[in-house]
């Protein structure tokens, strides 16, 4: 659904929030954690670092390997304070992306900001319990909303992948689950011309 009110770069009303926390002229520094070699993540960590010294926080980039990466977000103690990872959901169902932020994720690559809120746990429950959907709906709606609310993340899209392949390549398929950019070979063929 179509969130109000979501959140945007919006550096005016980052300092309100900023203000009303126990740093309101900044002055800490937060650890970023982005997977060692890739390009686009050490990107993302040039841009954290330029935008969120307009607040007067630092940001220390932190390359990991994937294992290591994991291992650091898996404990409340050792989660840095933002690391990038990508996730796309698995299947068409909202509680593929819902579960993400329930307590039984705690400790999984996909749950490293440990969000905690009973409401939203309540509601994730109640709604991958019940059979038709247009019961699960609304509950969906409503997780996403509370969700966004609290803002546990920073949610980024990639929404321009492109696949090139040649007028001979036949059986690609475009999947809306596959948002990172993963494509099923499988059924790709080369058709005679």
Not at 20 to 49: D, F, H, N, T, W
Not at 95 to 117: E, I, L, M, R, T
Not at 165 to 191: C, H, N, Q, W
């Amino acid at each position: 659904i179509a969130v109000d009110g979501f959140y945007r770069r919006d550096l005016a009303r980052a300092k309100e929030h900023l203000a009303k926390s126990a740093y309101p002229q900044g002055g800490i520094e937060l650890e970023y954690v982005y997977v060692q070699g890739l390009e686009e993540e050490r990107k993302m960590g040039l841009v954290l670092i330029d935008n969120l010294a307009k607040l007067g926080l630092k940001v220390r980039m932190v390359p990991l390997t994937w294992p290591n990466m994991v291992a650091r977000g898996a404990k409340v103690d050792s989660s840095p304070d933002l690391m990038a990872v990508f996730t796309t959901p698995v299947s068409t169902d909202p509680d593929a992306v819902a579960y993400q932020y329930h307590k039984g994720s705690w400790g999984k690559y996909y749950a490293s900001s440990f969000y905690a809120n009973d409401g939203v746990w309540a509601l994730i429950e109640r709604a991958r319990t019940l059979p038709r959907w247009e019961e699960r709906a609304p509950l969906y709606a409503e997780i996403q909303t509370r969700i966004t609310a609290d803002a546990p993340e920073i949610f980024g899209m990639l929404a321009n992948r492109r696949w090139g392949m040649r007028d001979y390549v036949k059986g690609f398929a475009f999947s809306p689950v596959r948002f990172t950019g993963e494509v099923d070979l499988y059924p790709l063929a080369i058709a005679a011309k």
